[in-house]
């Protein structure tokens, strides 16, 4: 075993800044932003400038492994500016981190760019040994180095905890914090980039197989694996003897039988001649495509059924994608693995990114659909929307609920701008509410299935208090118990689902419905900031802070509170 000491430290230190220079910048730059997230109130960024950081370190640590036997510094200066520079015009000009499909977009990216790495050094060198000993080592050191740093920071916090509560010192809790970016962000980082292999090891020949992959693949996977196959072909013969569609859930099954299988194929490739394996390589792309088949069938039932979605179309092109590694692995006699992760992060980000991504295509197909039933049902003419409160058209139920559902996933998905824009939508209107509501279809938002709201205000809330004089605090409602306080000067009660707030000294009353404010909430469950917005109200003599809400939802006007916390200023 290879002695740790201060000198070896250090020439391992100076080996990782000398090699990885330009990922350690992003790093060190990304742990700085998180220190001034913790210790400075002022410091606020976007996320856009966090994601500019975290993409960065990915794709710089991909250029680096490229460039490994580049000795061209105008080719290797470049290699650098053109991703890296790519990236800071996506992340500052592009990217919108408060719209829902730019997130997925982020996510795709960033997924592609982390494969990268994997294989940025193979896809050129017909080198599947060396490509399956890499990926395995950084794999595992990725593995080893979450488990220390958990430990380390684990053990120190539980340390700052017991010098606080033995020797009664005061700890501000923010150390913690600090901590934690300290183990994560900056000592994880360095350790995993110590452990990367170095020039002589990238094109190592000599697989080391050890026993835990062994056992992993061979007694592990390779029984689920088969468990998982028999359920499912099980299911395609009752679908062939009773000849209807199948259930729609069957895509993410078969998904993950494929995805197993290809992990198996990958981590026993080193024992490719155990009879097992070798059964595994020559039959399992074999007894995957009648599979693949019923999925395609499955996926096609959902779209029919529910229409196209961002999630419906990248489970569409990722069928695609399987007939094609089916069809490769066939052909090729499941050699040349790389090119399944190749090929996957190629297609997830050409997939993601243009005017022919996903995104841009579900935009187009759910416009259209929505335009389509606005134009038939007579609520979009001449470029305009029409004025329906309370369904004076007398739209059909059915049809009222196929548009809530359509705009719904627009207005959420797209974001507010997108609707304004594609349908000439100028009217102050604050929410999806309010815009369903004036279509006359809002009836139709909340589904006759019970959906559970447990919604928190943001710590990170900034109030506004001047002119305020009164403060009444921690306010609750539980046990349907209508009167929630009492003193001498005010009463407050929960009637009708109306908050009451009255004044007893001056017998003034204000009221806060909460109906508009539960199915705002109901639509906007996932979005923090609105979330933000609807769970502050005022009025000219108060304001109504809501701490946290829980409520049992059936419909628009069937709702019950379980439970509120709430805070009261007054003028």
């Known amino acids: ?232 072909y099980f299911y395609l013969f009752k679908i062939i003897i009773s000849w209807k569609l199948p259930n729609g859930w069957v ?101 993601s990114v243009g005017p022919w991504s996903v995104f841009a295509v579900t935009k187009q197909i759910v416009k259209k659909d929505i335009s389509i039933l606005l134009t038939e049902n007579k609520l979009y003419r001449n470029d305009k929307l029409v004025d329906n409160k309370n369904n004076k058209l007398g739209i059909n139920d059915s049809i009222a609920e196929k548009i809530s559902d359509k705009i719904n996933y627009y207005y959420n998905t797209f974001g507010k701008e997108n609707w304004q824009k594609s349908f000439n939508d100028n009217r102050k209107k604050t929410g999806i509410f309010e815009i369903t509501e004036s279509l006359g279809v809002n009836n139709f938002n909340l589904t006759t299935k019970t959906k559970y709201l447990n919604i928190i205000l943001s710590e990170n809330k900034v109030f506004d208090i001047q002119g305020y004089t009164q403060l009444i605090k921690n306010i609750e409602y539980r046990n349907d118990d209508n009167l929630l306080f009492k003193n001498k000067e005010f009463k407050i009660v929960l009637v009708k689902n109306n908050l009451e707030i009255n004044n007893l000294l001056n017998k003034n009353q204000t009221v806060f419905p909460l109906q508009n404010i539960i199915a705002n909430l109901y639509l906007n469950d996932n979005d923090e900031t609105a979330n933000n917005k609807i769970l502050v109200q005022k009025t000219d003599s108060c304001m109504l802070i809501i701490n946290n809400i829980s409520a049992e939802c059936k419909s628009i006007k069937d709702y019950k509170i379980n439970s509120i916390n709430i805070t009261i200023l007054v003028k």
């Open 1 to 232: 075993m290879k002695k740790l000491n201060f000198k070896s430290l250090t020439e391992n230190l100076l080996a990782v800044f000398f090699r990885f220079h330009v990922v350690l910048i992003f790093v060190i730059g990304l742990a700085i932003m998180a220190y001034l997230e913790i210790n400075d109130k002022k410091f606020e960024q976007g996320f856009n400038i966090w994601a500019y950081f975290i993409l960065s370190i990915f794709i710089s640590l991909a250029a680096t492994l490229f460039l490994q036997f580049a000795t061209n510094r105008i080719a290797r200066v470049l290699t650098f500016i053109i991703p890296l520079g790519a990236v800071g015009a996506y992340c500052f000009l592009f990217f919108n981190h408060k719209v829902e499909w730019e997130m997925m977009q982020f996510a795709a990216i960033l997924i592609a760019s982390i494969l990268s790495i994997y294989f940025v050094l193979y896809f050129r060198k017909k080198s599947d040994t060396s490509f399956w000993i890499f990926s395995e080592k950084i794999t595992r050191e990725l593995l080893f180095t979450l488990i220390y740093t958990s430990i380390l920071q684990g053990g120190l916090s539980l340390a700052i905890y017991a010098i606080e509560m033995l020797f009664e010192v005061k700890i501000d809790d923010k150390i913690f914090g600090n901590l934690a970016v300290t183990c994560f962000l900056i000592v994880a980082p360095i350790y995993f980039l110590m452990n990367i292999p170095n020039k002589t090891e990238l094109y190592n020949e000599k697989p080391v197989f050890n026993k835990f992959l062994k056992i992993l693949g061979l007694y592990v996977f390779l029984p689920i694996l088969g468990v998982y196959l028999v359920i499912l």
């Open 251 to 351: 895509t993410t099954l078969v998904s993950i039988l494929a995805l197993g299988g290809y992990f198996a194929k990958f981590i026993l490739f080193p024992i490719s001649d155990n009879k097992v394996v070798r059964f595994l390589n020559q039959n399992f792309s074999i007894l995957l495509f009648p599979l693949i088949i019923l999925m395609s069938i499955g996926l096609g039932r959902r779209i029919l059924d529910y229409g196209f979605s961002i999630n419906r179309i990248y489970v569409l092109i990722f069928n695609i994608w399987l007939y094609g590694a089916s069809i490769y692995l066939i052909i090729s006699k499941s050699k040349h693995l790389r090119w399944l992760i190749i090929s996957y992060a190629a297609v997830l980000f050409i997939s």
